[in-house]
């Protein structure tokens, strides 16, 4: 593979950095089958036999006369890239999260393919999981759960697919390329486009950031709270599941959507634990929301995100106020990405995270309001059990990247009757990440039991 890297997914790369490395990491659960000791070793065996394919197969080149691209890599070392690791004899639930933490907290090596995957046996509940590494360059939420799926079975019968970094995906062909006039007039109204967009949200931001008032999506308009203090090596995890059926029909009943719901939850849970560290938050949280443009069937490699900034609700707001706070901001964000095209969209997202990073560099970001608190991410999933090796799969939660000067992300996986979150935040301010997540759980509580009869 020889092949051009893509702007998005280039800023990416050039954004990283040892404290704030750019990876996507999906921690999934499987319950062992009975009378099957050695289910894990089988696996391990598998995947190590697997040949990886484009672009799990390639490194960035960045130096050099050329643009940056993405070549085969000169070695793979299937023993480096497919781990065997074992809990110890009496290990809890809460072992297993710290384990991936200290998983997450490193950069992948440069050198070698963007990814690792971990197979952790003795997991309590008589459990194992598999712990997935790949760089955002090559990954986005949607395209790793269709990798992810084509991975699995729907079957309990025994044998290991092909790993999501070895599976053969169609990537549909590209339509054919426009004239010359036409191509180059498209490139100068798109570029016109993302920088207009690009120069609207931030002066709305600025224009907040003086004091007034804009609606919709405004990034650099948040208030700086522990989730925006620099963010070090350390990193924290979480995970939760809630019941996806029941989270539908409570976002039906209050005219608001199933992200809507999830948001809410969120948005309770932090300013509850913030509140129970003696860090209160007096201001509405400001989520950056990445937002798929990856049409149906496409299942190209790469990242293709654009992102919304929404307020989410007022402090003091009950958990059925802060719905109908969250709902009204996210429609008012979302409708202003949807009025751009799949380009500009692309190209907005960039700009804005070139700006993060040069904001973090220069320091201006100690200074300038951050771009958000918090991400809060939602990837659809399958409606189907699915096995590996005979194994169910009970969870899957996204332990996703933390961005420049926002140290907190929030991630929902949904799958068949369960909605997976993952939480991962700055180790070195946000401690104890779990009790966020009891904190998210009791906020459900508190808006089912509100809504049902």
């Not at 990537?171 to 191509?183: D, G, T």
């Not at 999830?262 to 989520?287: I, K």
């Not at 189907?384 to 929030?410: E, K």
Request: include cysteine.
């Amino acid at each position: 593979m020889d092949k051009k890297i893509a702007l998005m997914d280039l800023m990416w790369l050039l954004a990283e950095s040892q404290s704030s490395p750019i990876h996507v990491c999906g921690l999934m659960l499987f319950d062992k089958p009975k009378g099957r000791p050695d289910i894990v070793r089988e696996i391990v065996r598998a995947y190590r036999k697997a040949k990886p394919t484009p672009p799990f197969d390639c490194i960035p080149d960045l130096g050099g006369t050329h643009a940056p691209r993405w070549r085969e890599a000169p070695h793979y070392d299937p023993r480096y890239h497919v781990q065997h690791i074992a809990l110890p004899s009496g290990a809890h639930y809460d072992d297993l999260l710290h384990l991936v933490g200290d998983l997450h907290e490193t950069m992948l090596d440069r050198d070698r393919p963007l990814f690792r995957v971990w197979l952790i046996d003795h997991v309590p509940g008589q459990r194992f999981a598999l712990l997935l590494k790949v760089h955002h360059a090559i990954i986005d939420g949607v395209s790793a759960a269709q990798r992810i799926n084509a991975s699995l079975r729907t079957t309990r019968h025994r044998g290991t697919p092909k790993p999501f970094f070895a599976t053969d995906l169609p990537v549909r062909k590209s339509h054919p390329p426009k004239a010359l006039v036409k191509r180059l007039l498209g490139l100068t109204s798109t570029a016109t486009s993302q920088y207009l967009a690009l120069l609207g949200g931030l002066r709305k931001g600025l224009w907040n950031w003086m004091g007034g008032k804009t609606g919709g999506s405004v990034p650099f308009a948040a208030h700086r709270g522990p989730m925006n203090e620099r963010v070090m090596n350390a990193r924290t995890v979480a995970t939760l599941s809630l019941p996806l059926n029941d989270m539908r029909r409570v976002g039906k009943s209050c005219g608001a959507t199933l992200n809507d719901v999830a948001m809410t939850l969120v948005d309770a849970g932090v300013h509850r634990y913030l509140l129970e560290q003696n860090e209160p938050f007096e201001h509405r949280l400001v989520a950056m929301c990445p937002v798929s443009v990856r049409e149906d069937g496409d299942n190209s490699t790469g990242t293709k995100v654009s992102a919304v900034f929404a307020r989410l609700g007022n402090p003091e707001s009950t958990v059925i106020e802060r719905l109908t706070e969250v709902s009204e901001s996210m429609n008012t964000a979302k409708d202003e990405v949807r009025r751009m095209s799949k380009e500009t969209a692309l190209g907005y997202a960039a700009g804005l995270m070139g700006i993060a990073g040069l904001t973090a560099v220069t320091y201006a970001d100690r200074v300038a309001p951050p771009s958000a608190n918090l991400v809060i991410s939602n990837i659809p999933g399958w409606e189907r059990p699915l096995y590996l090796n005979g194994a169910p799969l009970v969870g899957a939660y996204p332990i996703s990247a933390i961005a420049v000067g926002v140290g907190l992300n929030v991630t929902m996986f949904s799958s068949n009757d369960r909605m997976d979150f993952g939480f991962v935040g700055n180790g070195a301010t946000l401690h104890e990440l779990p009790t966020l997540a009891s904190h998210v759980e009791q906020a459900w509580q508190e808006l089912y039991e509100s809504t049902t009869p």
